[in-house]
T-cell receptor, first 112, second 114 residues
Framework: LAKTTQPISMDSYEGQEVNITCSHNNIATNDYITWYQQFPSQGPRFIIQGYKTKVTNEVASLFIPADRKSSTLSLPRVSLSDTAVYYCLVGDKGNQGGKLIFGQGTELSVKP | AAGVIQSPRHLIKEKRETATLKCYPIPRHDTVYWYQQGPGQDPQFLISFYEKMQSDKGSIPDRFSAQQFSDYHSELNMSSLELGDSALYFC?????????????FGPGTRLTVL
């Protein structure tokens, strides 16, 4: 299984861009990188997924270098409501299906 | 848009009792996952089903069992409850069971064992 490493916590201010980097040195060829957001006592919410290069949607961008050993979630112009825990997950594909293995996420605190 | 439905949302049980948690996936989703999240911990995978068959098993105690029914809803049965079973239990559903298939989580069931 590919292990992920993220910062435990990050602080930011409203309106700033936040970049959270995740390391996954043992990522397998077929693995995808997925980011989830979780508010207290709520189910995780899908943010973005990618395989290589750059992916962008209406809420975030995901940058993945060519070696795929890391990825960076970019949240543009954060607001107070972006305060949450962000999880980087590397999919466990193949015979073991699509279960998500949650490591320690990054607790983002956005201040006014 | 329809989301994953879990019931009940809150459940209080005594030690050694049994509990049944239900999950109704998003329509046309064929895969259900169960996760457990203890206080201050990260979600942990318990078990999953694809097309009504168990597809994977994680750190699920032998006291727990689950199944997926013909209408794709799933139930997690928990017996001989222990204090340590107190947690949030999330169900997630997806269309397909691979890494690329986005999982959508329900609001969770908060189980408290006294």
């Amino acid at each position: 299984l590919a292990k992920t490493t993220q910062p435990i916590s990050m602080d930011s201010y409203e309106g700033q861009e936040v970049n959270i980097t995740c390391s996954h040195n043992n990522i397998a060829t077929n693995d995808y990188i997925t980011w989830y957001q979780q508010f207290p006592s709520q189910g995780p919410r899908f943010i973005i997924q990618g395989y290589k290069t750059k992916v962008t949607n209406e809420v975030a961008s995901l940058f993945i270098p060519a070696d795929r050993k890391s990825s960076t979630l970019s949240l543009p112009r954060v607001s107070l409501s972006d305060t949450a825990v962000y999880y980087c997950l590397v999919g466990d594909k193949g015979n073991q299906g699509g279960k998500l293995i949650f490591g320690q996420g990054t607790e983002l605190s956005v201040k006014p | 848009a329809a989301g994953v439905i879990q019931s009940p949302r809150h459940l209080i049980k005594e030690k050694r009792e049994t509990a049944t948690l239900k999950c109704y996936p998003i329509p046309r989703h064929d895969t259900v996952y169960w996760y457990q999240q203890g206080p201050g911990q990260d979600p942990q995978f318990l078990i999953s089903f694809y097309e009504k068959m168990q597809s994977d098993k994680g750190s699920i105690p032998d006291r727990f069992s689950a199944q997926q029914f013909s209408d794709y809803h799933s139930e997690l049965n928990m017996s001989s409850l222990e204090l340590g079973d107190s947690a949030l239990y999330f169900c997630a559903s997806s269309r397909g069971d691979t890494t690329r298939d986005t999982q959508y989580f329900g609001p969770g069931t908060r189980l408290t064992v006294l």
